[in-house]
Every structure is written in structure tokens, then in C-alpha cells.
């Protein structure tokens, strides 16, 4: 039989994997882009160990401009990969990197690193 | 800010200047001090470089000074100076030092702790975990500071990468050490406390903590190097083109940097110089080694109006060109693009591992925590808590993202930048997995496989005279002559630096041939018809000979004699048997494709040793034949020059767009040859096959390792064997695993495709 110590560890063991779950798959906070009269929308973009905001809400049909800095220097960080509209570039540490993206259909367009391991997602609404 | 068009007048004021930054905390302030510095009048471009704290400016001298800069920057919150010379690597060199030294930290500071730990007690002394825990301190807290920094940071993002693998990993394992140097019965406390004392001491684990994190940066420091390594080929490329360039503005020299060069500007290049941009030559002569751009070994002769590439080596001469493309849209920027852009693509293979690594690292943290309540349940209630912190630590340190994560980037880098080395632009990595599984070749003959051009292949001669004074007389009877034929005639003859006298006079009949005196004789040269108009006759065997053989027989008669008989056709390329020949050995059905009629075709198959051949093929019947060979079950590639060929470029499993030079912004292929030499195709195909193997072996590999080395670190092995991995070892096998990724894709560098060797 369990002992009581035993009981313990196994009831938290569960409670820290549901919240290890839901802290990783979690919903996440969206951000939206800013509108710029006349020209695209304007996305800032930071990259420092992951991607703040990682949740880009843009509007359907209107241009984007995204302005990327990446501050830190893993080797993981420095490729920005926008698989689905086919970008791929190089950070550069400490330089905003701008990428033009066109008019985007409506849906969710992943971003990642260069290995697919920091991970953040563009939503065009409409 | 986007450079401003200046007029040449003005230009000759421009100066650049590199101020270094002071006060920038994040890269809003950086935004900040760009548009306060571009809002200076005179300021024409300007950039803010946040990692190095500089802000390069460029302005008008006339209209604004450096103080005038530094003062704005001032006035807007931070501080501003002309910078020491310094080197531009120094970011990079400083984060290696600062790495060897946390190294040098580790590996002091953490041996007396593992050997202590080794010893099994023999060098144990009252208060001995206390030193540990002392030596363990600055391993932790100092070499370990970067690995704790990015795993809060990546924990910040709801994200997690291999720094909270370790970071929780040697955190736990250090902790843990802590609390049983503190309280070392802790682990048979509860009810059972009074048995306590007959030596049930927990055991610490501070050389798991100090040994982790050494190995994970000895990991990252073999990392870091082969890394470099791999992205040389294209640093390489990208350093051909000089840091400045001499420019002739109002008639002087100016020396400029390279990113003020404009179009339209007279550029100067010395012998020995690399040229900085690309353009058309004004003046001069020189020959200038192009191999780094094209692969071509031979020097090409430059004058007048001949184009110059940026990055390509002036020898001999000096040379005045025209800038025609400058900054991002020369042709050696372009590659270099192509091929950036290509590394960054996704190989379908890697779809799998892209899927895991996504969800590795949670997924793993899951594992550890079921490790730990397994181990604390299952195991002897004496050692449980002991077990279950060393096979959660164990599990944590031993999975490796990294090595699934990099599996395809850096083969992919490699050989795509050996690629370019040799003069093949691979597009993307579908086009290169595509390329691996090719079996199937279609070529087109005109241009591919033949030079385009007719030329004399072949004389034969009655005996009367010579083969040299048939083709004398011949040349200078047609030296009148447009007609390709007779080009190809007059060319062999000066080729073979034969005297071609000048015709007394001369006749051409439009079908037939010509009729002229040469040297007071009467030389008729033409088809058969003109013979036979003629009377001449005994041509026949010698025709037929050519004929049979898909040559044209353009037969000689002198003084109404029959001489000789010459056979023109369109002569193979030099290197086409030796690349269809690599092919062939390479396992591939090789396909000739022709618009030509069905002799002139096999003649080149015959000689080239091609295995079957489509003639009379219209240009837009090429992409059917494709789709043939395609119903046939083959994978096929089609060689083309990239814009006629296009839908059957498109048809083909992959195209292959051969010669397109520097202009490699042609889209319908899949692979770009830069040399118009068909030995680019089988290096290419190599190339391919190569670099997916070692993909698939890397993939292997990472994918073994995580799915042996996770089970065993968590103890499964344990209740067959009473084996059970120690961090130490978990660790160590970590830091290795993808350095061996690294290692086994840097074996592309050095690849050899013999084919791909200059012609001797
Ligand atoms: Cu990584």
C-alpha cells in the first residue's frame, strides 16, 4: 500500500503535469498589430529566448510589416522561419530585421526558429 | 531609412561615420536614436545597431558635422561618440572567450568535487559535502549563468528549449544536495525516524550539478566552433565583394565604401583587385577569374562592353566599368540570397522531427515528473527519494532537442553551401530531396549536349589532295559566303591557322553553293545537285559516308574534279560524354530530347552514349515527352535553359535550369547550374544524394538517441539489469549528441564530385 509520504508525491507529481500542460498548450494571450494609416500594419516583434507577443492577431487583406529584433544570441533564435509564406531570414543580434508580408488570407500562419523549437503563430481576421 | 538618391555633385560630400551608442536599453531605444539621427538635415541614410551600439551614419559634410550628431543624439536621452578602431567580429570572439572561461570556472571547480564523488568515500572528511557544496557553488551560480538565464527567458514565453532541460536538471540535482548536506537522515524520516541512524545518510549529488553543466558548455563550445563551420561557404562568398570600392567621380579617384557605390557610377579596378559590383566595362582590358561566382577554372578575356560580376578577381590589367547593379542585386548577392533563402526551406523528411522537436521539450518535462513518482513510489522506501531525483535529473539531461532540431538545418547548410562552391544553386530543400530520388535524365541536345553552332566534324578526301588544302580552298571560295556552313568552314580554317587566299571572283547559286576562282583555278562547292550541274561525279560514297553519319556533306570539286568532301554537323560539347557517362554510372536513364530530325540526333546519342532519344520533338511538345517518361514510373529531371523550357521544366520532378551564369533569379528550376558545363548535373544530383543521406542519417541518429537514451535514463533498463545511467554519463551523452550532428554534416564540406572538376 501507498504510505502517506507516497500519496503525496504522486498527487502532486499530477498536479505539476497538468499544470506543466497547461502552461506549454495552454491558451495564449493574443496581441493585435497596429494600423498605420495608409501603409501596412505594423508588427513589433521581439525575439529573446522566445517571442513576445507569440499570438499576432493582423487583419485579413492588408499588408504586413513585421519588425523583428532578436536580442539574444542562441544559435536557435536566429533563423526566422515563416514556413507558410515562404520567409526565411537571419536575425542578426540587436538589429530590427523588417519583413514585408503581403495581403494574408484568413487563417494561422506559424512561425518558428531555424529548429522549430521557439514557436509563435500570426492570425489574420477579418 | 531608405538611402537617398544623390546627385554626383553632392556625393562628393558624403562622408560615413560609425558613432558608438551609450544609455540604448532595449530596441525601441534604438528606433529612438535612428529616426532622432535621420532627422538631422544632412543625414542622408542611418542605422542603429543595437547589439554593437552603433549608429552608422551617412551625411552630408557640408550641411551638418559630427557634433551636430552627437548633440541630437543628447537631446534625445543618450550619448554619442566617435568610436576607437576596433575590430567588427569583436561581439562574437568576446561571447567565445567569455564561454572558455565559464569552461575554465566549471572544470576547476567541479573536478575536485567529481573526484571526491568517485572516490566512494575514501577522501570523505567531516563537513566534506560542505566543501562540495562550496565547490559547487560557483559552477552553478557562475558557469552556469547564461543556462539559467535562457531557460527563465524561455519560460517567460511559455516555451521551452534545451536550457530548461538543464537548467531544472542541475537545479534539482544541486538542490537536492543542499537539503541532504542540511539534513541528511531526511530520507527515512516519518514514521520510520527511528531507524535512522545505522548510516542511512542521504547521499549528494554535487558532481552531477558541476559535471552537467560543464559538459553542456564543453557541448556548446565544440558547438559553436562547428557551426561557424558550417556556415563558411557562404561567409565566403559573401567576402568576395571588397569593403570598398574606387569610384571615378568628376574625373577623380575616390575611394568610397561599398554601399555608396550607385548605379551608373564609373567604378575602377586595378590588377589583383576584386571587383565591387556588377557592370560593363568602359575601358580597359584585362581576364578575370570568375570561379568563384561560376565554377568556370578559366580566366574570361574582359573589354569593352563585357560585363564584370562583383566578387570576381581582376588579374591583369586595369579596368573601367559602369555600375549596372549594386548593393543586394548583384549576381554574387543574389546567390548568396538563393542560397540563404534555400537553407531556411523545410525538407518534406524533416516534416516529422519538426512535429516532435515542437512539443519535445514539455513532453519531456512530462516524463520527468512521471519518473520521479514512479521511482518514489516503486524504490525501497531507504533510497526512494535518492533514486528518484538522480533518474529525474538523468531524463531531463539526456533528451536532446537539439540534435533532432539541427539534424536537417545543418546538413542542409553544409552541402547547399558546398553546392554553391561548385557552382549549383540548389532553391530549396524540397528541391533537393526531390533531386536525391531522380533517376531518369532528359537533356536537350541544342545547346546542352552540342554547342549550338555547326562546325566541321569531318574531311574526306579523293587522294588528290590534301585535307589542309581542300579546307584552304574551300574557306577562301566561300570567304564571301553568309551561310552558317560556310562560316563553320572559313572558322575551321582559321582555326587550323590555314593561308586562305582571296577569291578572283565569286558566284553564289541560293540551294546549290557557290562557284569562285582561287588562285587561277575553278573551285565549285555545294550540294550534290551542284556537282551533278556541273558534271562532276565519284562524290557518292563520301556523301553518303557524312550522311549516314547525321553530317551534312558539303562536297568540293576543282577544276571540275572531285577533291574532297566535307562533313559539317553540330559538334558535342567537350565535357557532355564525361557527363553523361557520370550519370549513367550514377544509375541514371539518360534521355536526349531534339528538335532535330532522327539522324543528326543519333549521331550525338551514338557518340555521347545516350540511351534512348525523342527527335522531332516541337518545343512545346517537351513537356509530354516528360510526362511520358513520368507514366513510365520514373522520376525525371529535365535540363533546360530555364526560360523556354520552363513548363517542361515545371513538368519534370525537377528542373535543372543549366548556364543561367550570374542571372539566377530564373524560377522554374529547381537547381541552377551557374557554368553552362553539363558535368554541373551529375555533381548536382551527388550533391543531392549526399546531402539527404547524411539528413537521413543525422535524423536517424537523433531520433535513436532520444528514443534509447530517455527509457534508460529513467531507469527501465533497472529492473532487468540493475542498470541505471548517472547524469554524469546522461550529460556527456547529451552534449555529444549533437555535436555528432554537427560533425557528420560537416563531412559535406569536403565532399568530392569528381564531376564537378575543372576540364584539364
Ligand atoms: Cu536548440
Known amino acids: ?126 | 531609412m531608405n538611402a537617398v538618391e544623390t546627385s554626383p555633385s553632392l556625393s562628393g560630400a558624403l562622408e560615413r561615420m560609425d558613432l558608438a551608442v551609450s544609455g540604448m536599453t532595449c530596441a525601441a531605444c534604438a528606433r529612438r536614436v535612428e529616426r532622432t539621427l535621420s532627422e538631422v538635415e544632412g543625414v542622408q541614410e542611418c542605422s542603429v545597431n543595437f547589439a554593437t551600439r552603433k549608429a552608422s551614419v551617412v551625411f552630408d559634410a557640408k550641411t551638418t558635422s559630427v557634433n551636430a550628431l552627437t548633440e541630437a543624439v543628447a537631446s534625445a536621452g543618450y550619448q554619442a561618440e566617435v568610436p576607437k578602431a576596433e575590430g567588427s567580429s569583436e561581439a562574437d570572439s568576446a561571447e567565445e572567450k567569455g564561454l572558455r572561461r565559464r569552461l575554465a570556472v566549471a572544470v576547476l571547480f567541479g573536478l575536485p568535487v567529481v573526484v571526491m564523488a568517485m572516490s566512494h568515500g575514501a577522501l570523505d572528511f567531516p563537513g566534506s559535502n560542505w566543501v562540495q557544496l562550496l565547490f559547487t557553488l560557483p559552477v552553478i551560480a557562475y558557469s552556469g549563468a547564461p543556462i539559467f538565464k535562457a531557460a527563465w527567458a524561455a519560460l517567460r514565453h511559455r516555451s521551452a528549449d534545451m536550457n530548461v532541460l538543464v537548467a531544472l536538471g542541475t537545479g534539482t540535482a544541486f538542490l537536492y544536495s543542499v537539503v541532504a548536506t542540511q539534513w541528511p537522515t531526511l530520507g527515512a524520516s516519518g514514521e520510520h525516524a527511528g531507524h535512522g541512524d545505522h548510516g542511512a545518510a542521504l547521499p549528494v549529488y554535487f558532481e552531477a550539478a558541476a559535471a552537467v553543466i560543464g559538459f553542456v558548455l564543453l557541448g556548446r563550445f565544440l558547438e559553436s566552433r562547428a557551426r561557424t563551420r558550417a556556415g563558411d561557404a557562404i561567409r565566403r562568398l559573401q567576402a568576395l565583394a571588397p569593403a570598398n570600392a574606387t569610384v571615378l567621380r568628376d574625373g577623380v579617384e575616390r575611394e568610397v565604401p561599398l554601399s555608396q557605390v550607385r548605379v551608373g557610377d564609373e567604378v575602377v579596378v586595378r590588377p589583383g583587385q576584386s571587383i565591387p559590383v556588377d557592370g560593363s566595362v568602359v575601358e580597359g582590358a584585362s581576364s578575370v577569374d570568375e570561379s568563384m561566382l561560376t565554377g568556370e577554372s578559366l580566366p574570361v578575356e574582359k573589354s569593352a562592353g563585357a560585363e564584370v560580376f562583383a566578387g570576381t578577381m581582376n588579374s591583369t590589367g586595369r579596368l573601367v566599368f559602369r555600375a549596372a547593379k549594386v548593393g543586394t542585386d548583384t549576381a554574387l548577392q543574389q546567390i548568396v540570397q538563393v542560397v540563404e533563402r534555400a537553407q531556411g526551406t523545410k525538407a518534406p523528411i524533416a516534416r516529422l522531427a519538426d512535429v516532435v522537436s515542437g512539443v519535445f521539450t514539455p513532453v519531456v518535462l512530462l516524463i520527468a515528473i512521471a519518473t520521479f513518482a514512479a521511482w518514489f513510489v516503486l524504490a525501497p522506501e531507504e533510497t526512494r527519494l535518492t533514486m528518484a531525483v538522480l533518474n529525474t535529473v538523468a531524463v531531463l539531461v539526456i533528451a536532446c532537442p537539439c540534435a533532432l532540431g539541427l539534424a536537417t538545418p545543418a546538413a542542409l547548410m553544409v552541402g547547399m553551401g558546398r553546392g554553391a562552391q561548385l557552382g549549383v544553386l540548389v532553391k530549396s530543400a524540397a528541391s533537393l530531396e526531390g533531386a536525391s530520388h531522380i533517376d531518369t535524365v532528359v537533356l536537350d541536345k541544342t545547346g546542352t549536349l552540342t554547342q549550338g553552332r555547326p562546325a566541321v566534324v569531318r574531311i574526306i578526301t579523293s587522294g588528290d589532295m590534301t585535307e589542309r588544302d581542300v579546307l584552304a580552298l574551300t574557306a577562301a571560295a566561300e570567304s564571301g559566303s553568309e551561310h552558317p556552313l560556310a562560316r563553320a568552314i572559313v572558322a575551321e580554317a582559321s582555326a587550323r591557322e590555314l593561308k586562305v587566299a582571296k577569291p578572283e571572283s565569286f558566284a553564289a547559286t541560293p540551294g546549290h553553293g557557290v562557284e569562285a576562282r582561287v588562285e587561277g583555278r575553278t573551285v565549285f562547292v555545294g550540294s550534290r545537285r551542284m556537282m551533278e550541274r556541273h558534271g562532276v561525279s565519284g562524290s557518292a560514297e563520301a556523301e553518303r559516308a557524312l550522311t549516314s553519319d547525321g553530317q551534312t556533306p558539303v562536297l568540293v570539286a576543282v577544276d571540275g574534279k572531285w577533291v574532297g568532301a566535307i562533313g559539317i554537323a553540330d559538334p558535342e560539347r567537350e565535357e557532355a560524354a564525361s557527363a553523361v557517362q557520370s550519370l549513367r554510372s550514377m544509375g541514371m536513364h539518360v534521355v536526349m530530347l531534339t528538335g532535330d530530325h532522327e539522324g543528326p540526333a543519333s549521331r550525338v546519342a551514338r557518340a555521347l552514349g545516350i540511351d534512348r532519344v525523342f527527335a522531332g520533338v516541337l518545343p512545346e511538345g517537351k513537356a509530354h515527352v516528360v510526362r511520358t517518361l513520368q507514366a513510365e514510373g520514373r522520376k525525371v529531371a529535365m535540363v533546360g535553359d530555364g526560360i523556354n523550357d520552363a513548363p517542361a521544366l515545371a513538368q519534370a520532378d525537377l528542373g535543372v535550369a543549366m548556364g543561367t551564369g550570374t542571372d539566377v533569379a530564373r524560377d522554374a528550376a529547381g537547381v541552377a547550374l551557374l557554368r553552362s558545363d553539363l558535368r554541373g548535373l551529375p555533381a548536382a544530383l551527388g550533391l543531392a544524394r549526399s546531402t539527404m543521406g547524411v539528413i537521413r542519417q543525422n535524423l536517424f541518429w537523433a531520433f535513436l538517441y532520444n528514443a534509447l537514451g530517455i527509457p534508460v535514463a529513467a531507469g527501465l533498463l533497472y529492473t532487468m539489469t540493475g542498470w541505471l545511467l548517472s547524469p554524469m554519463l546522461a550529460s556527456l551523452a547529451m552534449s555529444l549528441s549533437s555535436v555528432s550532428v554537427l560533425l557528420n554534416s560537416l563531412r559535406l564540406r569536403s565532399l568530392r564530385l569528381p564531376a564537378a572538376q575543372p576540364v584539364a
Do not use: H, W
Open chain 1, 1 to 126: 500500500m501507498l504510505d502517506t509520504t507516497e500519496v503525496m508525491v504522486v498527487a502532486s507529481s499530477l498536479v505539476a503535469a497538468a499544470a506543466t500542460a497547461l502552461f506549454f498548450f495552454g491558451p495564449r494571450k493574443r496581441t493585435r498589430a497596429k494600423s498605420e494609416t495608409g501603409g501596412a500594419q505594423q508588427v513589433d516583434l521581439m525575439v529573446d529566448g522566445g517571442y513576445r507577443p507569440d499570438r499576432i492577431v493582423v487583419r485579413a487583406g492588408m499588408p504586413v510589416k513585421l519588425n523583428v529584433l532578436r536580442t539574444d544570441r542562441s544559435a536557435c533564435s536566429e533563423q526566422f522561419v515563416l514556413g507558410d509564406l515562404g520567409v526565411s531570414r537571419t536575425l542578426p543580434t540587436g538589429r530590427v530585421v523588417s519583413i514585408d508580408l503581403p495581403a494574408l488570407k484568413e487563417g494561422a500562419y506559424d512561425f518558428t526558429c531555424g529548429m522549430n523549437m521557439l514557436r509563435g503563430r500570426l492570425i489574420a481576421e477579418s
